[in-house]
């Protein structure tokens, strides 16, 4: 390969990986939950929000907790409000200093809030009104559960969708199976990392039925999966998810990159650099990432070594298969601080994953479309080899990315120091004054930018 085409392959690849950087973050952390309960009886709206850390402080805009409760507190106050009888049943003050919003412990990572809502009339033509962070991003998805007189119903709030009607009498309607179909269509439509997964099994195609094989394996992941899921066998983990479908993508690539390399052989230098990530990461005793990388390394060799010479792998549909695998595992991931039951889950998986493959199929039509017309026209079998390399280029770099991308977000974080402080040591001083471990009790806490502030609390307080 002369050494222009080099520099353009690596200029491709590089804006192929700034817009894939650009798309995951814009996707990343793109929903909430919430958990309504009505009490007719108290004539109350109790609302439990709860967001990822992330979409939290990005929507705040820093990183400080104490600034970023309050702030997103405040936001959530003005985004969900509650109407019966005609009228907006206001948010009650819960005393104790918290004011009408209480912030809850709801789980690692993630942000609760507790607010009351009274209605001081008659709960009837009551409806539920949630405007969180659909003006800043409008793919974004509340998983909602509404609660009435000890029954749940699992529903969804969406940016076309902001309000839910309550009936007057009898349970809240659940979102039905085509809500989650269409999620798993678009799951599937906004992911660059799945539609490059695509592209890459595409180029490996040598006959038409090779299609279906293609489905068939993705479809049979989905349905391990779901019997996984069913069974408890496994727990899913969104970021090591994300790392290994970019594993896939670059793996596939390698496999195109051999039909073209006057000694295939060279390829096994992917499954080795895996091996030395894998080391790498043990040292640095994150395990989970290792053997990640570790099985990738092992699945790299296995599948590159089917290869004869210039042919693709006889394997190749093997990397298909465990996408639908890891796919089927999205869903659950994402609805995992609900902490519904299996059988409640179960619809809404196999709705997700049916519109997931219906994406993919149409997709694979698309693509396949694409490539006819081409070979009608007779320009494919000029330029398929240059696709081929440019496509292998491309594709590998952007896998590359994206599982080093995950496999960092899946490192376990770093553990602050630990100050180990006697009760009979003075703590603070506050004009001269020690305080000891009980006139702490006594004294109110302030930020004022990154400084705590300690000053005694006045008769009021």
């Known amino acids: 390969m002369s050494g222009i085409l080099g520099r353009l ?63 997103l507190g405040d936001y959530v106050l003005g985004h969900t409000d509650v109407w019966a009888s005609g009228h907006e049943c206001p948010a009650s003050d819960q005393g104790y200093d918290l004011g009408k919003v209480d912030p809850i412990e709801v789980g690692a990572r993630l942000y609760g809030f507790e607010i009351i809502f009274r209605c001081p009339g008659p709960m009837t033509g009551l409806s539920l009104h949630d405007h ?5 991003a409008p793919a974004h998805v509340d998983f909602a559960r509404i609660e009435i007189d000890g029954r749940f119903t699992q529903q969804l709030f969406t940016a076309a969708r902001q309000r839910l009607a309550v009936p007057d009498t009898g349970p809240v309607p659940a979102a039905g199976a085509g809500e989650y179909v269409r999620l798993g269509l678009r799951h599937i439509f906004g992911s660059l990392e799945r539609l490059c997964f695509l592209l890459a099994a595409l180029l490996l195609v040598r006959r038409p039925r090779d299609l279906a094989g293609i489905l068939l394996s993705l479809a049979a992941g989905y349905g391990l999966s779901l019997l996984a899921h069913a069974t408890g066998w496994m727990l899913p983990q969104t970021a090591a998810i994300e790392g290994f479908v ?3 993508v670059a793996l596939l690539a390698v496999a195109i990159a051999m039909l073209q390399l006057e000694r295939p052989q060279a390829a096994m230098a992917w499954p080795a650099l895996l091996l030395a990530l894998a080391v790498t990461t043990a040292l640095m005793r994150a395990s989970a990432v290792a053997l990640l990388l570790l099985g990738a390394a092992l ?50 998986v196999i709705g997700y994953d049916a519109g997931a493959v219906i994406a993919e199929a149409v997709a694979l039509a698309l693509l396949a479309g694409c490539a006819f017309a081409l070979a009608r026209s007779g320009y494919l079998t000029v330029l398929r080899p240059a696709m081929s390399d440019v496509a292998a280029a491309c594709l590998g770099g952007l896998g590359t990315f994206w599982l080093v991308s995950g496999a960092a977000r899946a490192l376990p974080p770093a553990r602050p120091p630990r100050v180990q402080v006697s009760t009979s040591q003075t703590l603070a001083t506050v004009d001269q004054a020690e305080l000891n471990s009980q006139s702490l009790l006594m004294r109110k806490y302030e930020m004022q930018g990154n400084t705590l502030v300690v000053r005694p609390k006045t008769p009021e307080e």
């Not at 590089?14 to 814009?26: D, E, K, R």
């Not at 009886?41 to 109790?46: E, L, P, Q």
């Not at 969180?132 to 800043?136: C, I, M, P, T, V």
Request: hydrophobic content about 55%; proline content about 7%.
């Open 299 to 348: 699945l790299s060799a296995g599948l590159l070594a089917t290869s004869t010479g210039r042919e693709r792998p006889r394997l190749w549909l093997v990397p298909a298969g465990i996408l639908g695998l890891l796919d089927g595992f999205a869903l659950p991931a994402v609805i995992a601080p609900l902490r519904l039951p299996q059988w409640a889950q179960l619809p809404m």
């Open 246 to 248: 970019g594993f896939l």
């Open 132 to 136: 969180a962070l659909f003006e800043r």
């Open 9 to 71: 392959l690596a200029l491709a690849a590089f804006c192929a990986l700034a817009g894939a950087a650009h798309s995951a973050l814009a996707a990343e952390d793109s929903v909430s939950y919430s958990t309504w309960i009505v009490s007719r009886a108290s004539g109350t709206v109790t609302l439990r929000f709860v967001l990822p850390v992330g979409a939290a402080q990005r929507l705040t805009g820093t990183a400080i907790p104490v600034l970023t409760v309050s702030k």
